[in-house]
């Protein structure tokens, strides 16, 4: 698990970032990485990382805190097609989890999905995260993790 780990996006590994490709069909179930970084750009609360293995990048996630009740949220997390089915993604939300409710001194992360994406839904709940029976402003499915 180690071997998994973060760094902010730079012009080190911004370009390599934004290459980031999901396997075909996906796509539908996030945005782009330059969506993302245009949010993220837009509201400072976004906080875009690369994610990392070893020295390799191989995948991009993005979260943040807002308001005055520090509503956290891992917003988006997405593994290059070509690291995807080898467990990367999961090593990366347990290590987020830790590193955002750290962060921000929260026990409760918040997240949301594309009720089709059944995959991510199974993956979450496997991590612990729950449905809290409430979509958000564009019909995602809430989830709710409690550290």
């Given at each position: 698990m180690d071997r998994i780990s973060f760094r902010d996006i730079d012009s080190s590994n911004e370009r390599i970032v934004r290459s980031i490709k999901l396997k075909p069909g996906q796509e539908k179930f996030i945005e782009t990485v330059d969506e993302c970084l245009k949010e993220a750009h837009t509201y400072q609360e976004w906080h875009p990382v690369a994610i990392y293995y070893d020295k390799e990048i191989v995948g991009f996630a993005m979260y943040g805190s807002f308001g005055p009740n520090k509503d956290t949220w891992i917003d988006r997390i997405m593994i290059d097609e070509k690291y995807q089915g080898k467990g990367l993604g999961r090593i990366a939300m347990i290590k987020l989890i830790d590193i955002v409710s750290m962060e921000?001194?929260?026990?409760?992360?918040?997240?949301?999905?594309?009720?089709?994406?059944?995959?991510?839904?199974?993956?979450?709940?496997?991590?612990?995260?729950?449905y809290i029976n409430e979509k958000d402003p564009n019909g995602e499915l809430i989830f709710k993790y409690t550290v």
């Open positions: 921000y001194g929260v026990n409760v992360i918040y997240l949301s999905i594309i009720e089709e994406n059944r995959a991510a839904q199974h993956l979450y709940e496997s991590l612990g995260f729950e």
